[in-house]
C-alpha cells in the first residue's frame, strides 16, 4: 500500500459514471431483479413454496397438473420449483445481508480500534485476526454450526461473527495510513475526543475500502449460506433455500434434472453480478489495492 | 535471515496456540459439550454419566489444560461412535482427500497457467475477452452446483463417467475439475499479471532480436522469470483445495476427510469433528509458511524488511 494518496485530478462525475454504468449495467439489473424478487417474494410467487401436491411429483418444467402450471417444474413432494426459487433468493440475500451487516461493524470497530491505539491492544486485536483466519472458512462455519445447531439464526451469526477478520485488516491498515495525516493531528490539536476522531475522521476515509470488502464478501456469504445448506448445516426444511434445493435435486439427477439445475443457475447468476459490481466499486473507490 | 525465519515460526506458533484455544472455547459456547454429542433422547443419568467419563465435570482451566496436553502427544480422543481413536479414522481418509486435491491441483496448475499465458500474450484480442469469460465463470460457480452439472452432463446423459465414489482413474477426474475450477481461475489470473509484467522487460527484446522463436522466449525466459509468484500462490491454492474438499466430497460420495467431517456433524461424532477442524487449521497455518519462506527465499527483499 503506498503511503501518500496522490491527489489526482477527478474526471468529469457525469461522464465516468456513464461509463462506469455501460461496463456494469446488465449485473446491476441482475441484481436488482434478485433483490426484488426477494423483497416480495410472497407477491410474486405464484405459488406457496411450501403446499405439496403428491399427484404432481418431479413433473418438468411447462408442465400443467389439474390446471396449475409449473413453469419450472415440481420437486420430490410436488412443490412448485419456481416459487421455492423465489423464496430461496429472499433467505440467500437476507443471510447475506446481515452477516454481512454483523461482521462490518465488528471488523471495523475493531480495526479501527487497533490501528488508532497501537499498542497491546493492537497486537491483541491484530493476533486474534490472524488466528481467526488461519482456520479455513468452511472448518470454521462448520465446527460452530456442529456446537450451535443449524438454522438460518444460527447461520447468521456464524456467519458474521467468522468473518470480521478481513474487515478488520482493512479498517486497521486504512486507519494507520489516516491516523498520521496533517488534519487528524489539527483535530486532536483542537480536542477532539477519540468517538469524534474516529467516526468523523477516520470512518470517512476508510469507508470506500470498507464498501468493496463488504460487496466482494456478499457474494461470498451468498455461497456459504448455499453450502452451508447444501451440506445440511444451514437452513432448515422446509424453508426454501437454494442450497438445500440444490443438495435434494443431486438425489434426482437421472429423472429430475431441473431440481438441481435452476437453483445452482439462480446462485451463479446473483453471484457473478455481485462479484462484478464489487470489481469495478474497487477500481472506482480504492484504485490502490488490486489483487 | 534466520531472524525472519524464527519471527514466522513464532507467529506460526502463536496461531495454532490460538486456534487450539478458539475450538477449546468454541465447543462450550452452547454450555455443556456432553448435549452435544448424545441422541435426542438421553435421560439424566446418561448425561451425568457421560459428563463424569468425558471429564466435563471438572473445573474448565482444568479440563482446557488436560486438553492442551493430549494434544501435545497427538491424542485427539476417541470417536463416540465407533469407540476407536480419532487419529485412526482420520489417517484412513487422508489420502483420499490428498489424492482428490492433487486432482483438482493439476487440472487449476494445467488450464490455469496456459490459460493466463494466453491471456497475456494475446492481450485485448477477442481470444482473451474469450478466455477472461471463461476465468469468471469458473471463479464464480458454486462447486457442488458445477460438480452436479458435470455428474448430468457426464454422467447422466453421456454415460461416460462414474457419477460418484471411488472407483478407478476414472472417478478422480470429474471431482478434480470441479475443486479445480475456482484454483484454476486463480492461476490464470496471477499468470496473466506475471507474464504482462515480464514481457515488456528489456531481456525480452533482446531475446527477440537475436531471433529466437517467441515460443521459445516465453518456455525458456519469461515463464522462469513469472514462476515466482505462481509457486508461492500454490501454496496458499493448496489449502483453499483442500478446504473445498468438503463441498465436493459430498457431491461426489468421495470418502475423504470433508465427507468424515460431514457425517460425523450429522452422527454428533464431536471428536472427530474437532480433529477435522484442528488439522484443517494446522495444515493450513503451515502452508501460509511455506508460501512466506517459499516467498523470502526468492525474493530477499521481503527477508531484508522483515515484513511480511
Given at each position: 500500500?503506498?503511503?501518500?494518496?496522490?491527489?489526482?485530478?477527478?474526471?468529469?462525475?457525469?461522464?465516468?459514471?456513464?461509463?462506469?454504468?455501460?461496463?456494469?449495467?446488465?449485473?446491476?439489473?441482475?441484481?436488482?431483479?434478485?433483490?426484488?424478487?426477494?423483497?416480495?417474494?410472497?407477491?410474486?410467487?405464484?405459488?406457496?413454496?411450501?403446499?405439496?401436491?403428491?399427484?404432481?411429483?418431479?413433473?418438468?418444467?411447462?408442465?400443467?397438473?389439474?390446471?396449475?402450471?409449473?413453469?419450472?417444474?415440481?420437486?420430490?413432494?410436488?412443490?412448485?420449483?419456481?416459487?421455492?426459487?423465489?423464496?430461496?433468493?429472499?433467505?440467500?440475500?437476507?443471510?447475506?445481508?446481515?452477516?454481512?451487516?454483523?461482521?462490518?461493524?465488528?471488523?471495523?470497530?475493531?480495526?479501527?480500534?487497533?490501528?488508532?491505539?497501537?499498542?497491546?491492544?493492537?497486537?491483541?486485536?491484530?493476533?486474534?485476526?490472524?488466528?481467526?483466519?488461519?482456520?479455513?472458512?468452511?472448518?470454521?462455519?462448520?465446527?460452530?454450526?456442529?456446537?450451535?445447531?443449524?438454522?438460518?439464526?444460527?447461520?447468521?451469526?456464524?456467519?458474521?461473527?467468522?468473518?470480521?477478520?478481513?474487515?478488520?485488516r482493512v479498517a486497521y491498515g486504512q486507519t494507520l495510513t489516516v491516523t498520521g495525516l496533517t488534519y487528524m493531528r489539527a483535530s486532536v490539536f483542537n480536542g477532539a475526543g477519540v468517538l469524534r476522531l474516529l467516526l468523523r475522521h477516520v470512518l470517512p476515509n476508510i469507508a470506500g475500502a470498507i464498501i468493496v470488502v463488504a460487496t466482494l464478501?456478499?457474494?461470498?456469504?451468498?455461497?456459504?449460506?448455499?453450502?452451508?445448506?447444501?451440506?445440511?448445516?444451514?437452513?432448515?426444511?422446509?424453508?426454501?433455500?437454494?442450497?438445500?434445493?440444490?443438495?435434494?435435486?443431486?438425489?434426482?439427477?437421472?429423472?429430475?434434472?431441473?431440481?438441481?439445475?435452476?437453483?445452482?443457475?439462480?446462485?451463479?447468476?446473483?453471484?457473478?453480478?455481485?462479484?462484478?459490481?464489487?470489481?469495478?466499486?474497487?477500481?472506482?473507490?480504492?484504485?490502490?489495492?488490486?489483487? | 535471515?534466520?531472524?525472519?525465519?524464527?519471527?514466522?515460526?513464532?507467529?506460526?506458533?502463536?496461531?495454532?496456540?490460538?486456534?487450539?484455544?478458539?475450538?477449546?472455547?468454541?465447543?462450550?459456547?452452547?454450555?455443556?459439550?456432553?448435549?452435544?454429542?448424545?441422541?435426542?433422547?438421553?435421560?439424566?443419568?446418561?448425561?451425568?454419566?457421560?459428563?463424569?467419563?468425558?471429564?466435563?465435570?471438572?473445573?474448565?482451566?482444568?479440563?482446557?489444560?488436560?486438553?492442551?496436553?493430549?494434544?501435545?502427544?497427538?491424542?485427539?480422543?476417541?470417536?463416540?461412535?465407533?469407540?476407536?481413536?480419532?487419529?485412526?479414522?482420520?489417517?484412513?481418509?487422508?489420502?483420499?482427500?490428498?489424492?482428490?486435491?492433487?486432482?483438482?491441483?493439476?487440472?487449476?496448475?494445467?488450464?490455469?497457467?496456459?490459460?493466463?499465458?494466453?491471456?497475456?500474450?494475446?492481450?485485448?484480442?477477442?481470444?482473451?475477452?474469450?478466455?477472461?469469460?471463461?476465468?469468471?465463470?469458473?471463479?464464480?460457480?458454486?462447486?457442488?452446483?458445477?460438480?452436479?452439472?458435470?455428474?448430468?452432463?457426464?454422467?447422466?446423459?453421456?454415460?461416460?463417467?462414474?457419477?460418484?465414489?471411488?472407483?478407478?482413474?476414472?472417478?478422480?477426474?470429474?471431482?478434480?475439475?470441479?475443486?479445480?475450477?475456482?484454483?484454476?481461475?486463480?492461476?490464470?489470473?496471477?499468470?496473466?499479471?506475471?507474464?504482462?509484467?515480464?514481457?515488456?522487460?528489456?531481456?525480452?527484446?533482446?531475446?527477440?532480436?537475436?531471433?529466437?522463436?517467441?515460443?521459445?522466449?516465453?518456455?525458456?525466459?519469461?515463464?522462469?522469470?513469472?514462476?515466482?509468484?505462481?509457486?508461492?500462490?500454490?501454496?496458499?491454492?493448496?489449502?483453499?483445495?483442500?478446504?473445498?474438499?468438503?463441498?465436493?466430497?459430498?457431491?461426489?460420495?468421495?470418502?475423504?476427510?470433508?465427507?468424515?467431517?460431514?457425517?460425523?456433524?450429522?452422527?454428533?461424532?464431536?471428536?472427530?469433528?474437532?480433529?477435522?477442524?484442528?488439522?484443517?487449521?494446522?495444515?493450513?497455518?503451515?502452508?501460509?509458511?511455506?508460501?512466506?519462506?517459499?516467498?523470502?527465499?526468492?525474493?530477499?527483499?521481503?527477508?531484508?524488511?522483515?515484513?511480511?
Open positions: 500500500m503506498s503511503d501518500v494518496a496522490v491527489p489526482q485530478a477527478p474526471p468529469s462525475p457525469a461522464i465516468s459514471l456513464r461509463r462506469e454504468l455501460r461496463a456494469i449495467w446488465p449485473f446491476l439489473l441482475i441484481f436488482g431483479a434478485f433483490a426484488l424478487l426477494a423483497l416480495l417474494a410472497p407477491l410474486i410467487a405464484p405459488y406457496n413454496p411450501n403446499s405439496q401436491n403428491l399427484l404432481a411429483r418431479l413433473k418438468p418444467p411447462g408442465t400443467t397438473v389439474r390446471g396449475i402450471f409449473y413453469a419450472l417444474g415440481t420437486d420430490e413432494v410436488g412443490r412448485d420449483l419456481l416459487s421455492r426459487l423465489i423464496h430461496g433468493a429472499r433467505v440467500s440475500l437476507v443471510v447475506a445481508l446481515l452477516s454481512v451487516m454483523v461482521s462490518t461493524v465488528i471488523g471495523t470497530t475493531l480495526g479501527m480500534i487497533a490501528g488508532f491505539y497501537r499498542g497491546i491492544v493492537e497486537v491483541i486485536i491484530m493476533r486474534l485476526v490472524d488466528i481467526v483466519l488461519s482456520i479455513p472458512a468452511i472448518l470454521l462455519a462448520i465446527i460452530t454450526i456442529a456446537v450451535l445447531g443449524p438454522g438460518l439464526q444460527n447461520v447468521i451469526i456464524v456467519l458474521g461473527f467468522t468473518r470480521w477478520p478481513r474487515y478488520a464478501e456478499f457474494g461470498l456469504m451468498v455461497l456459504f449460506e448455499a453450502g452451508l445448506s447444501f451440506l445440511g448445516l444451514g437452513v432448515q426444511p422446509p424453508t426454501p433455500s437454494w442450497g438445500s434445493i440444490l443438495s435434494v435435486g443431486r438425489n434426482y439427477l437421472g429423472t429430475a434434472w431441473w431440481i438441481a439445475t435452476f437453483p445452482g443457475l439462480c446462485l451463479f447468476l446473483l453471484v457473478l453480478s455481485v462479484n462484478l459490481i464489487g470489481d469495478h466499486l474497487r477500481d472506482r473507490l480504492d484504485p490502490r489495492s488490486s489483487r | 535471515m534466520s531472524r525472519f525465519f524464527l519471527r514466522r515460526l513464532l507467529q506460526s506458533a502463536v496461531a495454532i496456540f490460538g486456534v487450539v484455544t478458539l475450538v477449546f472455547f468454541i465447543q462450550r459456547l452452547a454450555g455443556d459439550p456432553t448435549l452435544l454429542m448424545l441422541p435426542d433422547g438421553a435421560t439424566r443419568d446418561d448425561i451425568e454419566t457421560l459428563r463424569h467419563q468425558l471429564g466435563f465435570d471438572r473445573p474448565l482451566a482444568v479440563q482446557y489444560l488436560d486438553y492442551l496436553w493430549d494434544l501435545l502427544r497427538l491424542d485427539l480422543g476417541q470417536s463416540l461412535i465407533q469407540r476407536i481413536p480419532v487419529l485412526d479414522i482420520m489417517a484412513s481418509r487422508v489420502p483420499y482427500t490428498l489424492y482428490l486435491a492433487s486432482g483438482g491441483l493439476v487440472v487449476a496448475l494445467g488450464v490455469g497457467v496456459p490459460v493466463g499465458i494466453v491471456m497475456a500474450v494475446r492481450r485485448d484480442t477477442r481470444l482473451e475477452r474469450f478466455l477472461a469469460a471463461f476465468v469468471l465463470i469458473g471463479q464464480s460457480m458454486p462447486t457442488f452446483w458445477s460438480g452436479i452439472l458435470l455428474i448430468l452432463l457426464f454422467a447422466v446423459t453421456l454415460g461416460v463417467m462414474p457419477s460418484s465414489g471411488v472407483d478407478g482413474f476414472r472417478s478422480i477426474i470429474l471431482p478434480s475439475i470441479a475443486l479445480g475450477a475456482l484454483t484454476m481461475a486463480t492461476f490464470a489470473r496471477v499468470t496473466r499479471t506475471a507474464v504482462l509484467e515480464e514481457l515488456g522487460r528489456d531481456y525480452v527484446s533482446t531475446a527477440q532480436a537475436k531471433g529466437l522463436l517467441f515460443r521459445r522466449v516465453i518456455r525458456r525466459h519469461i515463464l522462469r522469470n513469472a514462476a515466482t509468484p505462481i509457486i508461492t500462490i500454490s501454496a496458499l491454492e493448496i489449502a483453499n483445495l483442500l478446504a473445498g474438499a468438503v463441498i465436493v466430497e459430498t457431491v461426489f460420495a468421495w470418502p475423504g476427510l470433508g465427507q468424515l467431517a460431514v457425517q460425523a456433524i450429522a452422527a454428533r461424532d464431536f471428536p472427530i469433528v474437532q480433529g477435522i477442524v484442528l488439522l484443517g487449521a494446522f495444515v493450513s497455518i503451515a502452508l501460509n509458511l511455506a508460501a512466506d519462506i517459499l516467498y523470502s527465499a526468492v525474493d530477499p527483499r521481503i527477508r531484508l524488511e522483515g515484513k511480511t
